[in-house]
Every structure is written in structure tokens, then in C-alpha cells.
């Protein structure tokens, strides 16, 4: 029997009234997506509590803090043609969002090439021979395209030719994956290089395209919070707490208690004890696998396995604090050559100048894509820092000699892996979870998409809606682009319509499957 002080006039305990009458939203990870769902609602009066297992908020959108010196977790441009996502960027950080001037290049073969490519750089860094033979490739591959992509490889190799793929893309890419490009879903490219061709980079040499014209991966300019992502988000968790709701750091959700149909307890673990809370709608951004282990009663098997073969790339950064006070002009490096492995480098005094304490200083990221589990996530941070150390001479950047210190930061379930089966097995999920009347996932890990902030934050704000009384899908947002004319999809709203349909163009179709490796 429960001994604890009932509720007025109600003759049960205040918990079991909650149980029965729940009214908190509770959301679990407190990245973009989960405070943009918390944001929504918190302001409009409803009760929400966040429960996020890392001790910072921002997921990877975070902003690591050491010494005075801040850095991210894999860099984050703030660029978006949703004015809903802008407007709210705007309106939460004011002055301190700063536009920050892109500036990227490749490294490969103990050269830097400029990136959106330059002719006399490309020319002069490849030679006239392997010029040649790139042009002489693209050619092959206009005259004889591959007829049906359906990998990465394929994406590539028929809009820049063999050659150029083998140069630019293949190493990198598969440096980010750990797998082949020919196994990777052809819609990881059109999502993250859309619209990009070698005669629309030839042309950016040339024309300067902005605004609705211009191609994500060449835009020369973003915007950025003057102390990293995670200032953003900090003050998104600021806000949902000035309103009345809840944001719980160090939490880790370990069960959904359901009635069938309806989530009606989260349970979490928070400073070593086990807390319960009464769930009247839940919003996940947990990583599918997690989530679906964690309902209760489990879901059936078919639908256990497929959440089981969704898979993940983990992530890592070495941030070394070198007293130097300019070590290269690049926001970030992109490293193609498979000489040394670490796949991206980032400057992140050069994203905004208040990230480092001195500028006297620069703080650089050196980031490797791993597996939980391999040889570089299970090495010691002290060999880590040596590789980066020692990987950053061979490179050329740098006076290693300054390097004072170094911090690693391992960041799990980085990004959602586009491999063979993986729709469906998303697509066995959600037909697995669409019982569960007051669930809904958002996010990269929630959705299992690739995509970016913007991407996250709508697909948060559609459900906070949906909460608030709309009926959106979110799955079907930016699926295809018609989706914006169906009547019941959030097209049809005046608000987002517009939202969605500019969406569309920089995020992915539904993947197909990947046949076998060519």
C-alpha cells in the first residue's frame, strides 16, 4: 500500500494522481531537436521535462569548454533557407550570432586545394597530366553514366567521373564511414553535396550564387554563435527552465513503461538512484537501438531485430591548444589523403575569436571517425594527443613544438549509417512504434536521418504541434518534395509550408536499398 500523503480531496498519493492523470511532456535528449520540441511548448505553457544522459547540454551540437579554450564537436555552421529555423536562431541569441566567412580546403598528396575549386590552384596542384586525365574521365562518365545509382560510388562517379572521385571523395568519405563507398546509400551524397556537379564547381569558380540559388556545400558564408553551438542551446535550456520546465543533466533513460498503446512512465537514472516520471506525451531523439530496448513491454521480435542492424560511426577530436597565434586562415581542413588518419581539421579560433581565452593562442580539432570498440577509440587519450601531435607535422601544419596540452572527446553514435537494409529496417521501427499513441521520435539518432540542425529542429517543432493539437507526419517531411501539396502533411499549414518545401532541397529522399557491393 502506498504510504505517501494523498493528493487533496483525491485519496491517493500526489505520484499515483500523476500516474493517472499525467501532464508533463517528457523528452528525452536535450541536443537541437529535444530543446526546440521543449522550447515550443514550455512557452506556450506546457509542462516539459528534458532528460539528457550527458552532462552538457547540446548533444554533438555541444560546445566542449577547457582552460578558456572552446571547441565543438565536429564544427557547426549555422546556414538554413527555413525562415521559421532563422527567425528562431535570431530571436534566442540576437547579437551574439555572428556571420562568419567560409573558408575551406582539401589536403591530399602533401597538397592544400582550395575548396570551392580554384582552376589555376586545381591545375597547378595536380599537374597538367592528371588534369587531363580528370577531364578525360568526367567525359567517359557523361557519355556512358551509370544507369541506376544506387551507391555513393555511383553519385560520384557520374557527375564528377572516375578519376575525380578516386581523388577527392573515395579516401575521405570512407574514412568517415569505415566502409565502402560502394555500400553506402546514394542519398548520403544527395543530401550533404545536392545539386553539386563538376559543371556547377567549375561554374561557382566564376559566379558567385547566393541566396535560393546557391548550393549548400559552396556557400561561402554562415553564421555562428560568438561562443560555439553550445551557447545557443545553453540558452534554449535557459529559457525552458525561466518558463517552468525542467532540463535534467546526467540522466540515462533506462525504461518506457507502456499500457500497449500508451507510454505512461519514464524511468531514468540520475546521481545513482532511479527515478520515475508520468508521461502524458514522450518525445524521443534517443538512438532507435536504445529506445526500442528500453520499451516495456518490448516491442515484438521482428521489430527488436531490425532496430539491432542500425548501425552507427562514433566520432572523436583531439583539441590541442598550441601557443601560436596563427597557425592557418581555413575554418577547416578536409584531409584526403589516407597517408595519416585523421579525417578533418578544424580552426576554431577562426569560426569566432572569442573560443580561445589569448590570441596569443590557437585551439585546433583533429577529428577521427571511429568505432566504438576499435584501435583508436579504446587508445589512451595520451597516445591520442602524440597521434594528432605527430599527424600534424606530417601534414605541415603547425609548430608542434608549441602544442602545451591536449583534450580528447569521445562523441558515441556520431552519425547514422546509410549501409545495406537500413530503410528497412527504419521502416519495420516505425511501423513497429506507430501503436504507441503519445511517442514521437525527432532528430539525427531519434529518425536515424543524416541531417543537419534545421532538418532537426523542424521535425521538433512539428511535433511540439502535434502536441499542441496539429496533426503532422513527420516522417514524410521532406520525403519528396510534393509532400508540401498533400493535405494532411505540414505543407499544408501556412506557417511551414514554405518551411518545408525550402527544406526539401537540402535534405535527402527516402534512401533505397543498396544491392550487392559492385
Known sequence: MCERPTGAGTGVCAGCEDLLNPTTVVIIGAGPAGLTAAHELATRGVPVMVLEQDVRVGGLARTE?????????????????????????????????????????????????????????????????????????????????????????????NRFGRR???????????????????????????????????????????????????????????????????????RFAEIVTAHGGSVVLGACVTRLVSDGGTIREVEYTVDGRTERVAAAHVISTMP??????????????????????????????????????????????????????????????????????D?????????????????????????????????LAQIGLGDISKVRRGVVVRAPK??????????????????????????????????????????SMLTALLAARNILGERFDLWQVNVEEEYHEDAGAAGAHPEFGNAVKALASTQPRVPARIGTER
Open 359 to 391: 590570441p596569443k593562442w590557437t585551439c585546433l580539432g583533429l577529428e577521427y571517425f571511429c568505432t566504438v570498440g576499435d584501435d583508436l577509440w579504446t587508445m589512451s587519450d595520451a597516445d591520442l594527443i602524440a597521434l594528432a601531435r605527430r599527424e
Open 65 to 157: 569548454e577547457d582552460g578558456g579554450f572552446r571547441f565543438d564537436i565536429g564544427g557547426h555552421r549555422f546556414f538554413t533557407k527555413v525562415p521559421i529555423i532563422e527567425q528562431l536562431w535570431r530571436r534566442v541569441l540576437g547579437p551574439d550570432f555572428l556571420k562568419r566567412p567560409r573558408l575551406s580546403r582539401i589536403y591530399y598528396r602533401g597538397r592544400f586545394f582550395q575548396y570551392p575549386l580554384r582552376p589555376l590552384d586545381v591545375a597547378r596542384n595536380l599537374g597538367i597530366g592528371t588534369s587531363l586525365s580528370v577531364l578525360a574521365s568526367y567525359a567517359a562518365a557523361r557519355l556512358r553514366p551509370i544507369p541506376n545509382e544506387v551507391s555513393f560510388e555511383d553519385w560520384i562517379v
Open 288 to 357: 532507435v537501438p536504445a529506445l526500442v530496448k528500453a520499451l516495456e513491454p518490448s516491442p515484438a521480435e521482428h521489430v527488436r531485430e531490425a532496430a539491432g542492424r542500425l548501425s552507427h560511426r562514433d566520432f572523436l577530436t583531439v583539441a590541442l591548444m598550441i601557443e601560436q597565434a596563427d597557425v592557418f586562415a581555413d575554418n577547416w581542413i578536409y584531409i584526403h589523403d589516407s597517408s595519416v588518419r585523421v579525417g578533418r581539421i578544424q580552426n576554431f579560433k577562426n569560426w569566432s575569436p572569442e573560443m580561445v581565452p
Open 164 to 234: 575525380l572521385y578516386e581523388i577527392f571523395f573515395k579516401t575521405y568519405t570512407e574514412k568517415v564511414w569505415g566502409i565502402p563507398c560502394s555500400k553506402i546509400a546514394a542519398e548520403w551524397a544527395a543530401q550533404r553535396i545536392r545539386g553539386l556537379s563538376l559543371r556547377s564547381a567549375v561554374q561557382s569558380m566564376f559566379v558567385k550564387r547566393t541566396g535560393a540559388g546557391a548550393i549548400k556545400t559552396l556557400i561561402d558564408e554562415f553564421e555562428y554563435p560568438r561562443l560555439g553551438p553550445g551557447m545557443m542551446w545553453e
Open 414 to 455: 556520431a552519425y547514422p549509417v546509410y549501409d545495406e537494409g537500413y530503410a528497412d529496417a527504419v521502416r519495420i521501427v516505425r511501423d513497429g512504434l506507430s501503436g504507441i499513441s503519445n511517442l514521437q521520435l525527432v532528430g539525427r539518432n531519434g529518425m536515424h536521418k543524416y541531417n543537419n540542425q534545421d532538418h
